[in-house]
């Protein structure tokens, strides 16, 4: 058992820092084993204390320390495992320290460490006190230069921030380069790169007529694969331009593709770093999927380098005032480039897949948190895909061309400073004079609210009254809910599916669309003039990040499928009929007649020419057995997998002849293309193809083979083998081999391999993983081989993870114990999915919470797992 229970930092008990730093020089001896790391810093009191100097520190073996040249006495400072504190200081000093550090034997991959033979970064959160001593927090803002030396032959690259302004060869096969960043910057985002790389290189004018290079370093021999990163970079740059008027700052922009990285990618200034997932694809080996990811996290780090890099937080409890309004920005960009609603939707899938079940579990947190143990865990779905809803909402309340206003009086106002989630509200505040206080909330609430809607047509008078109403369930130390201001954006629809208009009470013009602000527990709304009864769509675009509970009778959800002018409506209309029937047969009371009729209406929703391929992909999906689990309580994965596979086989049996016809007509014929539309319609393919899987008949196995075997591409590869796998058997095992075989010299497409398995449906789905856990491939030190595997299954295979044996829980506890012991930052992502014990059945939940217990009672257990698994039993 753990003897002490570390103590939270909380949010109220922030203070400006101590002291300042305003340069830093750092010089890098570079050796994979013992690192020398020298620092010259610039220090000056803040304000007047008499406070020691304190600086972070961690795993740093000390050489010296010496103040203003003068070498300091040992009994003049104190070490210990996270700081050195020097009690008596000048006002202004000169700082020199120097320490060792080992790249080589860093399995964190947190500080300087090295893959696949290259030193490489990684500093956010609290990384940079791996590597020196430092004031390591957001809002101490310096000047860096970097020297790096190091063996030529080895280490060929030498990279770090800003530009190069030096470099050279030294004696004994040794060189070096210095590069200087003039930008003030935390040193969370700090980076050093130092290997054999190869470059892709390119060149973007700003709209100021500033010519900056770009480079993209890799593995040798994959600059190819990084042509798509490039241009989806090139994209970014001038979208930022135009949309939000930012221009890129540097003569020089850098991206680094590594394959131990325990995220997605970082935006240290002018050198971003990239899993090398989210940067290489080309067709043979990476899905549409993996290209949009690309485009998306290539633009996300971009538009970092203005809010993130030139405004930073002033404390980790900010951290959504960059991470979330960054996805807003990335997510607006993927939705200019392939299309808003289609974006929309698979943007609200994730959010429903990743933070509703947060949000509504024990480790459900505010956006902005008030207290942690780790940073690190809260890099979650709620601060960054729900801080994105809360900038959604406040485009919406404002309008686009305010919202504009008050981001322009942000950058103006904040350049160069790190600031407050306040701090920010307060600039849309004062640009509309709106008081956006109440708005204020969104950040400091968790849970997800319950929009209840309730409508009452009155065909005498003509007129609707909609009645709206809100509740969030308590969670952990928030018992009481205040209602939230949501937007909710709604039209009518008169049952034949036209377009109806209305007046919304008090108002003269008669409208089709209206948005409506919801800021108390229950309004009533009255239109008039309408002159039929309504199918009333709410939430339209899903204009609020809540669950709708409707009354509407299913006859107005068919209207809605068939023809609401809102396409992000008329898919969740699927969704809704869908998750009520699934969810109906799941509690033994299945709707034959109704699964008929919406299998009927599926059938008319493919054949309608104006709607786009990828649209109809995202209709074809029922909602997934993690969304069905979320809102079943107590949760049965075993009989939501049973009722949804059947649900997908009645419309693979009625749907099957023009399920086969729209396969077979898609086949692609001449050269591949990334783009949207060719992605579209390559996704329908394989969705069709996938809900053909749950009718295993021969026709349909040899067309699933078919598909595999002469697959162009890999999203085709995939999707075939995603099918065999749903369909299980000796074709699947045939078809694995093969993948394996042609496949195995690239560990990206591997990843593959392994997750796919880790999806099995089989009854022998654990067996499988647990036998993968012995392969020459798999490697729990790397994060994507490991989360493909163990992530996968946990998370992508509930009804597996949710065996009844309780062996997949155990299973789970195994790994994140493992991996805990070198690697706390990815162990602790895999906490989650023990986490929501409390929604399923009992006799699992205990089964599940036993787990959780014998992970918290593990001697040496990280502070990062201690949080989540002692939150998650709270
Ligand atoms: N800031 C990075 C991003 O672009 C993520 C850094 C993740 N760091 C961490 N400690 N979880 O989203
Ligand atoms: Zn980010």
């Known amino acids: 058992m753990r003897t002490e229970t570390p103590q939270p930092i909380r949010l109220s008990d922030y203070r400006p820092p101590a002291f300042l730093v ?15 790391v020298r620092s010259r810093l610039t220090l000056r009191r803040n304000g007047e204390h008499a406070e020691p100097l304190r600086l972070d520190g961690v795993r740093l073996k000390p050489v010296s320390v010496a103040i203003d040249g003068r070498p300091l006495a040992e009994d003049a400072y104190a070490i210990t495992p996270e700081d050195l504190t020097i009690a008596s200081v000048p006002d202004a000093f000169v700082l020199e320290t120097e320490v060792e550090i080992d790249p080589e034997g860093n399995k964190a991959l947190e500080g300087l460490y090295m893959s696949g033979g290259r030193f490489c970064s990684q500093c956010e959160a609290e990384g940079f006190r791996k590597i020196t001593w430092f004031p390591d ?3 101490v803002l310096a000047r860096y230069t970097v020297r790096i030396e190091a063996d030529q032959a080895a280490f060929p690259r030498l990279l770090s921030n800003g530009n190069l302004t030096q470099s050279g060869a030294l004696a004994g096969g040794r060189h070096f380069a210095i590069w200087t960043d003039p930008f003030p910057k935390p040193c969370y985002l700090f980076a050093l790169v130092a290997g054999e790389l190869d470059e892709l290189a390119d060149s973007f004018v700003t709209m100021s007529g500033r010519q900056v290079e770009l480079r993209i370093y890799v593995d040798p021999g994959m600059a190819q694969r990084a042509l798509y990163a490039m241009d989806s970079l090139k994209r970014s740059m001038k979208w930022d331009e135009e949309t939000f008027g930012r221009e890129y700052d540097l003569d020089l922009f850098m991206i680094v593709a590594v394959r131990d990285f325990n995220f997605g990618a970082m935006e240290n200034k002018g050198l971003n770093v990239f899993n090398s997932s989210l940067l290489l694809a080309d067709p043979e080996t990476a899905t549409d999927f993996d290209y949009e990811r690309i485009e998306g996290v290539v633009a996300h780090e971009y538009f970092h380098n203005w809010t993130g890099n030139r405004i930073t937080c002033r404390d980790w409890f900010q951290l959504c005032l960059k991470e979330g309004l960054t996805v807003f920005r990335d997510q607006s ?36 948190p008030s207290s942690y143990l780790k940073i690190d865990n809260f890099y979650t779905a709620t601060i960054y895909e729900k801080g994105a809803e809360v900038i959604r909402m406040l485009k919406t309340i404002l309008g686009a061309e305010m919202f504009r206003k008050g981001m322009d009086l942000y950058f103006e ?18 640009v509309s004079g709106k008081d956006l206080s109440a708005f204020f909330a969104w950040y400091e609430q968790a849970g997800t609210p319950k929009l209840e809607v309730d409508a009452a047509y009155d065909a005498e008078a003509k007129a609707l009254e909609l009645t709206l109403s809100q509740a969030t369930a308590p969670t952990p130390g928030q018992p009481d809910k205040q209602p939230l201001p949501l937007p909710v954006a709604l039209g009518l629809l008169d049952l034949d599916g036209e377009v109806l208009s209305f007046r919304q009470e008090g108002t003269l013009a008669p409208a089709t669309e209206a948005v409506v602000v919801l800021d108390q527990a229950r309004q009533t709304l009255r239109f008039e003039g309408v002159a039929s009864e309504p199918a009333v769509s709410v939430l339209r675009g899903f204009s609020a990040p809540v669950r709708v509970v409707s009354a509407a009778p299913a006859k107005h959800r068919y209207v809605q499928l068939a023809a609401d002018p809102d396409l992000f409506n008329r898919w969740e209309a699927g969704q809704d009929l869908a998750r009520d029937l699934i969810l109906a047969r799941a509690a033994g009371e299945p709707d034959e007649v109704g699964e008929e009729r919406f299998a009927e209406a599926m059938g008319r929703a493919l054949n309608d020419q104006a709607a786009e391929p990828a649209f109809k992909a995202l209709l074809l999906s029922l909602p997934s057995e993690s969304d069905l689990a979320v809102i079943s309580a107590p949760a049965d994965p075993a009989a939501i997998r049973e009722a ?49 899987a749950a009718d295993p008949r021969a026709i349909n196995v040899d067309r699933a083979v078919g598909h595999f075997q002469a697959a162009g591409n890999m999203t085709d590869a995939m999707g075939g083998l995603a099918a065999l796998m749903l369909m299980g058997g000796e074709p699947f095992e045939q078809a694995l081999t093969a993948f394996y075989e042609r496949w195995k010299a690239e560990p990206l497409v591997i990843d593959k391999w392994f997750a796919v398995q880790a999806r099995s449906p089989s009854e022998d789905a654990l067996g499988r993983v647990l036998g993968l ?42 790994q994140i114990l493992a991996v805990d012991g070198f690697n706390p930052m990815t162990a602790a992502r895999l906490v989650e999915p023990l986490g929501g014990w409390r929604r399923y059945r009992p006799e699992l939940g205990a089964l599940m919470r036993a787990q959780l217990e014998r992970i918290v009672a593990t001697e040496g257990l990280s502070k990062n797992v201690f949080e989540l698994a002692s939150r998650a039993l709270e």
């Open 644 to 692: 949804r596979e059947s649900l997908r086989a009645r419309l693979a049996i009625h749907l099957g002849d023009q399920l086969r016809r729209l396969h077979g007509g898609l086949q692609e014929a001449g050269e591949f293309s990334a783009s949207a539309e060719a992605a579209g319609r390559r996704a329908l393919r394989n969705a069709a193809l996938e809900l053909l």
């Open 773 to 814: 856990t012995t392969h020459p491939d798999f490697d729990a030190k790397n994060p994507n081989r490991f989360r493909a595997l163990v992530g996968t299954f946990a998370a992508g295979n509930p009804a597996r993870f949710h065996d009844p044996s309780g062996d997949g829980y155990r299973f789970l506890a195994d």
């Open 333 to 368: 960009f993927s939705g200019d480039m392939r299309g808003a609603v289609v974006q929309r939707i698979k943007d609200v899938k994730a959010l429903r897949a990743r933070q509703f079940p947060e949000d509504a579990g024990p480790l459900a947190h505010q956006v902005r």
């Open 22 to 36: 305003d340069e830093v020089h750092l010089d890098f001896q570079l050796e994979p084993n013992a690192t020398r």
């Open 137 to 139: 927090r957001p809002d």
């Open 413 to 430: 106002r904040w350049d160069g400073h790190a600031t407050t989630v306040e701090a920010f509200i307060q600039c849309f505040a004062d």
